[in-house]
């Protein structure tokens, strides 16, 4: 399951350009929350806590535990980081959306789909593992949200694959995407003819004469 994490939030209560370059200068990083039947709401958060935060993150989907200071009253919000924006150049980051989220009410995400071990039919004959898809779309309640979908594909066979049917989904996760749609396949293998490949490198390369061009003098003899 993805790990809960918190984070400390504060209500931005200016907005504009200026309002947010005084944020950045006090090393702070602008952020809104929006969703789950709340009005959306301006925020700023640490800097370093919100890219500490990023650089530990094992998949693309994470739950925040928010605590949100207004005025020195706090109240917590669990939500999931929407989007991250940072500077084209530098890589910080410079802006984050929330999207408030409740334990009660099913979320939609795409999760990485990650293989793991060596196939038979790669190892001993040859093949090649080809991943069609990257992430499958699911859907579940917040607290079952898997951090990414780890699938063993050792068993597989020159010409197995592995369907969105076939993934092993956490309990009370649900897929989405077409269920015929293949995530993994072994290919067989390209063959190449031994003897004409090693028989066209020991070709001797054959130069032609070059043909006099017309009117030089070999042809006005």
Known sequence: MANQVKLSARIRTQSGRNAVKQVRARGSVPAVIYGSKT?????????????????????????????????????????????????????????????????????????VVESFGEPDGVKNFGGLLEQSIRTVSIKCLPQHLPELIRVDVTALKIGDSIHVADLPLPEGVEAIDDSHLTVFIVAEPTVVDATLAAAAAAAPEVIKEKKPESGSSEEKK
């Open 39 to 111: 009005e959306p709401a301006n925020l700023e958060v640490s800097r370093r806590d919100i890219e500490a935060l990023l650089s530990h993150a094992v998949g693309e989907n994470i739950l925040v535990d928010l605590e949100i200071d207004e005025d020195g009253k706090k109240t917590n919000r669990l939500s999931m980081i929407q989007e991250v924006q940072r500077h084209t150049i530098r890589r910080g980051v410079t802006h984050v959306d929330f999207h408030a989220v409740s334990m009660t009410e099913k979320i939609t995400a795409d999760i």
